[in-house]
C-alpha cells in the first residue's frame, strides 16, 4: 500500500512537469534558486552531485541580480527548481530566454502542497490566542495596508522614471513583484516542514528521472530525508509549545507557514512589500499598535533596514529579534535548510521566552 502511494506520488509529479529527458549520470547539470530549496536538492543529490545556486549570500530573492557566471549555468543546466514568479521575481526573464532544453520545476505548483491564501493588511486577526485584539488588529490594518500601498507607489512611480525605457522585461518583472506583494497565493512554502516533505517527493522525482542511472541514490537520500524531516517539525513543536500565546511583529509577511504549522501568535509586519520602506505615519502606527497589543517581540530581517524595529521598540515593552526566512547568513548545503528552521524556532523561543521591563 505504501509502495503504491508512493508511485502514484511520482506519476503525479512527472505529469505535472512534463517527464523531463533522462541523461547521462556525469552531465547532469541542476541549478537552484534559493538556499531552502538548494539545500533539499542537494540532500536528495548528496553522493552524486552537487546543485548550483542562484541567490548567495545575503542577496534578496526579490531582487536579485544573475551573474554573467550565473546566467550560463542557467544556459547549460538540465534542471531548474525555483519557486515560482511572483517568489524570484529575478529570474522571470533570464527562464524566458533560456537556450537550453532544460527541464524547470515551478515548486509551488507540486502536487499535495499545503497552500495558504496572501494575507490582506499589515496586521491580522489573532487567531485562538487574541483577548479580544482581533477586532481592532483586522480594522487598524485595512487602513494601514491602503496608506502603505499608496506610499509604495509613489516610490515606485518615482524608480519607474529613473529607469524609463529599459524595455519589456523590465515591465515583466516589476508586474511580477507586485503580485508578491498582492498575489493570492502565499509563496514561502518552504517554511512548513511538512511541505518541504512534499517538495522532497517532488525533487527525487524529477531528479531521478533526468538521471535514471543514479534513482536507487536519490530514492535513499529521501527516505533519510523525510525521516529527518518528521524529527525536524516533531523538536519544534516541543520546543515552541510554550510561547505560542505571546503576540509578535514580523519585518515582512514571509512566515505564515511556520505560524500556520505551529500555532504561534504573529500579529503583523512592519512592512507589506519588503522592498518599500514603510512610511513614517505607518511606523507611527505600527508603534501604536505595539503598545496596544502588549507584543512580546518585533523581528528584523538581515536583508533588509534592522534600524527600523529600533524605532519601533523605543518605549514599549518589545524585545527585539532577528528572523531569516532565507537563512542567508548560513552556508549553502544539505544541513541549511534544518539548520535554517531550528534558527527560526530558537529565535522566536528566546525572544518570545524573555521578559523587558517597561
Given at each position: 500500500?505504501?509502495r503504491?502511494?508512493?508511485?502514484?506520488?511520482?506519476?503525479?509529479?512527472?505529469?505535472?512537469?512534463?517527464?523531463?529527458?533522462?541523461?547521462?549520470?556525469?552531465?547532469?547539470?541542476?541549478?537552484?534558486?534559493?538556499?531552502?530549496?538548494?539545500?533539499?536538492?542537494?540532500?536528495?543529490?548528496?553522493?552524486?552531485?552537487?546543485?548550483?545556486?542562484?541567490?548567495?549570500?545575503?542577496?534578496?530573492?526579490?531582487?536579485?541580480?544573475?551573474?554573467?557566471?550565473?546566467?550560463?549555468?542557467l544556459?547549460?543546466?538540465?534542471?531548474?527548481?525555483?519557486?515560482?514568479?511572483?517568489?524570484?521575481?529575478?529570474?522571470?526573464?533570464?527562464?524566458?530566454?533560456?537556450?537550453?532544453?532544460?527541464?524547470?520545476?515551478?515548486?509551488?505548483?507540486?502536487?499535495?502542497?499545503?497552500?495558504?491564501?496572501?494575507?490582506?493588511?499589515?496586521?491580522?486577526?489573532?487567531?485562538?490566542?487574541?483577548?479580544?485584539?482581533?477586532?481592532?488588529?483586522?480594522?487598524?490594518?485595512?487602513?494601514?495596508?491602503?496608506?502603505?500601498?499608496?506610499?509604495?507607489?509613489?516610490?515606485?512611480?518615482?524608480?519607474?522614471e529613473?529607469?524609463?525605457?529599459?524595455?519589456?522585461?523590465?515591465?515583466?518583472?516589476?508586474?511580477?513583484?507586485?503580485?508578491?506583494?498582492?498575489?493570492?497565493?502565499?509563496?514561502?512554502?518552504?517554511?512548513?516542514?511538512?511541505?518541504?516533505?512534499?517538495?522532497?517527493?517532488?525533487?527525487?522525482?524529477?531528479?531521478?528521472?533526468?538521471?535514471?542511472?543514479?534513482?536507487?541514490?536519490?530514492?535513499?537520500?529521501?527516505?533519510?530525508?523525510q525521516?529527518?524531516?518528521?524529527?525536524?517539525?516533531?523538536?519544534?513543536?516541543?520546543?515552541?509549545?510554550?510561547?505560542?500565546?505571546?503576540?509578535?511583529?514580523?519585518?515582512?509577511d514571509?512566515?505564515?507557514y511556520?505560524?500556520?504549522?505551529?500555532?504561534?501568535?504573529?500579529?503583523?509586519?512592519?512592512?507589506?512589500?519588503?522592498?518599500?520602506?514603510?512610511?513614517?505615519?505607518?511606523?507611527?502606527?505600527?508603534?501604536?499598535?505595539l503598545?496596544?497589543?502588549?507584543?512580546?517581540?518585533?523581528?528584523?530581517?538581515?536583508?533588509?533596514?534592522?534600524?527600523?524595529?529600533d524605532?519601533?521598540?523605543?518605549?514599549?515593552?518589545?524585545?527585539?529579534?532577528?528572523?531569516?526566512?532565507?537563512?542567508?547568513?548560513?552556508?549553502?548545503?544539505?544541513?541549511?535548510?534544518?539548520r535554517?528552521?531550528?534558527?527560526?524556532?530558537?529565535?522566536?523561543?528566546?525572544?518570545?521566552?524573555?521578559?523587558?521591563?517597561?
Amino acid at each position: 500500500m505504501v509502495r503504491g502511494v508512493a508511485n502514484f506520488v511520482i506519476v503525479l509529479v512527472a505529469l505535472a512537469f512534463g517527464g523531463g529527458r533522462a541523461i547521462d549520470a556525469d552531465e547532469i547539470e541542476v541549478v537552484v534558486s534559493i538556499k531552502p530549496v538548494h539545500s533539499l536538492v542537494a540532500g536528495v543529490m548528496e553522493g552524486v552531485g552537487r546543485p548550483a545556486l542562484l541567490v548567495t549570500g545575503t542577496g534578496s530573492e526579490h531582487s536579485y541580480s544573475l551573474r554573467p557566471s550565473q546566467a550560463r549555468l542557467l544556459d547549460e543546466a538540465d534542471v531548474v527548481f525555483w519557486v515560482g514568479e511572483t517568489m524570484e521575481t529575478f529570474l522571470i526573464k533570464s527562464l524566458q530566454a533560456l537556450a537550453s532544453d532544460a527541464e524547470v520545476v515551478e515548486l509551488w505548483k507540486v502536487p499535495g502542497l499545503t497552500l495558504l491564501a496572501t494575507r490582506e493588511g499589515g496586521m491580522w486577526e489573532a487567531h485562538e490566542h487574541g483577548d479580544g485584539l482581533a477586532d481592532a488588529a483586522h480594522g487598524e490594518g485595512e487602513h494601514v495596508e491602503e496608506h502603505e500601498e499608496e506610499h509604495a507607489e509613489e516610490h515606485e512611480g518615482e524608480h519607474a522614471e529613473e529607469h524609463e525605457g529599459e524595455g519589456e522585461h523590465a515591465d515583466a518583472d516589476h508586474e511580477a513583484a507586485e503580485d508578491h506583494a498582492h498575489g493570492e497565493t502565499d509563496m514561502h512554502v518552504w517554511l512548513d516542514p511538512t511541505n518541504a516533505k512534499v517538495l522532497v517527493e517532488a525533487i527525487v522525482s524529477v531528479v531521478g528521472n533526468a538521471d535514471p542511472q543514479n534513482a536507487s541514490t536519490y530514492q535513499a537520500n529521501a527516505a533519510r530525508l523525510q525521516e529527518q524531516l518528521a524529527e525536524l517539525d516533531r523538536s519544534m513543536e516541543d520546543r515552541l509549545a510554550t510561547v505560542s500565546d505571546r503576540p509578535y511583529v514580523v519585518f515582512h509577511d514571509a512566515y505564515q507557514y511556520f505560524e500556520h504549522r505551529y500555532d504561534v501568535n504573529a500579529v503583523g509586519a512592519i512592512t507589506i512589500n519588503p522592498t518599500v520602506r514603510p512610511s513614517a505615519q505607518r511606523l507611527r502606527e505600527i508603534h501604536e499598535r505595539l503598545e496596544h497589543l502588549d507584543a512580546a517581540c518585533v523581528f528584523a530581517e538581515p536583508q533588509f533596514e534592522p534600524a527600523l524595529v529600533d524605532t519601533l521598540i523605543e518605549g514599549t515593552r518589545a524585545n527585539k529579534g532577528v528572523l531569516d526566512p532565507l537563512g542567508a547568513d548560513l552556508d549553502a548545503g544539505p544541513d541549511q535548510y534544518f539548520r535554517l528552521m531550528s534558527n527560526l524556532a530558537d529565535a522566536l523561543a528566546d525572544c518570545l521566552g524573555a521578559s523587558k521591563s517597561g
